[in-house]
């Protein structure tokens, strides 16, 4: 069974994902002046960007990825960007960057071609994750007709476009493949709620390829 690292609170763990956040930046911009997160969206990692951004960070030196999208545009209601630029405004207002998927005036394809050539660029050194109530990572979600792909350890693709019928939001998607995420210098899964901890604990398949594939610390709280 894969440990989980417990907290007392949401707000605990909120506290602690967003100082193991910063620790990575801070330790990538003493050894190479620069730093990279991809950032998963989600109601339970918010808050810990929230705490995050309020950190005295050489913010100038970060950069922001996504780790997945919506193909919507960044004012909608389900856009993870919009999320982010919000709940970062204090870091992105100090000087980090957030690097978006979605393209306007784009097809999905051609949006996936350009998420894929801005993040290949970038060295990941802490990417954080959650995990659905159908236990998918990123989004790449059970019944995704482009799962095999997403979770290829062989797939060259740092982004890709992948449709996931019925999932809240928009069934059109930008995901960064399980081979992206898995060459990130460390990695966090959140959780929270006794119904994900069961998920984990019976053996989520798509999670257990990603422990498969990397290590990967998983924080929970109830």
């Avoid at 440990?3 to 930046?25: K, M, N, V, Y």
């Avoid at 109601?43 to 005295?56: D, I, Q, S």
């Avoid at 960070?57 to 960007?81: C, I, K, M, Q, Y």
Wanted: proline content about 6%; hydrophobic content about 50%.
């Amino acid at each position: 069974m894969i440990p989980l690292i417990e907290f007392a609170t949401r707000e605990a763990l909120a506290q602690a994902s967003a100082g193991c956040i910063a620790d990575a930046l801070n330790q990538a911009i003493a050894e190479r002046g620069g730093a990279c997160a991809a950032l998963s969206g989600g109601a339970t990692p918010e808050p810990a960007y929230r705490a995050l951004a309020a950190l005295p960070l050489d913010w100038p030196r970060v950069t922001f990825l996504l780790v997945d999208e919506r193909f919507v545009p960044p004012d909608h209601a389900a856009s993870n960007e919009g999320m982010l630029r919000r709940a970062l405004a204090r870091a992105l207002n100090a000087g980090a960057r957030l690097v978006p998927m979605f393209a306007a005036n784009a097809s999905l394809a051609e949006a996936a071609r350009r998420a894929n050539e801005n993040c290949a660029r970038q060295r990941i050194d802490i990417a954080l994750l959650g995990m659905g109530e159908d236990g998918h990572v990123a989004s790449w979600f059970p019944h995704s007709p482009e799962l095999e792909a997403a979770l290829d350890a062989a797939n060259g693709a740092t982004v890709i476009a992948v449709h996931a019928p019925g999932a809240a939001g928009s069934s059109e998607r930008l995901t960064m493949t399980l081979a992206a995420i898995a060459r990130a210098k460390q990695r966090l899964l959140l959780i929270a709620g006794p119904a994900k901890r069961a998920l984990i604990e019976n053996g989520a398949p798509i999670a257990n390829t990603l422990f498969a594939a990397a290590p990967t610390e998983i924080l929970w709280a109830a």
